[in-house]
């Protein structure tokens, strides 16, 4: 009977260094997984910062355009008056 108990017993110990194994894997798949997740992020706040500096210098190059295409209808006024 206590041969029983102790192969029991070792059965559980072992199921549980396999469980715990298990989790250790599936610990570090996650790990990897949210490096992964956090690159991209860091990726995608770059690009993001990137696009709204190109979207500001388009805007201020559109603004000087607005004004030179203002500056020249002024001019054609003047002349055909």
Do not use: C, F, P, Y
Not at 9 to 15: A, D, M, T, Y
Not at 19 to 25: A, D, G, K, R, V
Not at 35 to 55: G, V, Y
């Amino acid at each position: 009977m206590t041969l029983e108990i102790l192969n029991q017993l070792e059965n559980k110990i072992q199921h549980t260094v396999n469980t715990i194994t298990t989790l250790q894997n599936e610990i570090a798949t996650l790990k990897h997984g949210n490096q992964e997740l956090e690159q991209l992020i860091n990726d995608s706040s770059d690009e993001m910062k990137a696009l709204r500096e190109e979207n500001e210098k388009l805007k201020q190059d559109q603004q000087v355009w607005q004004q030179r295409i203002q500056t020249l209808l002024t001019k054609i006024g003047e002349i055909t008056q």
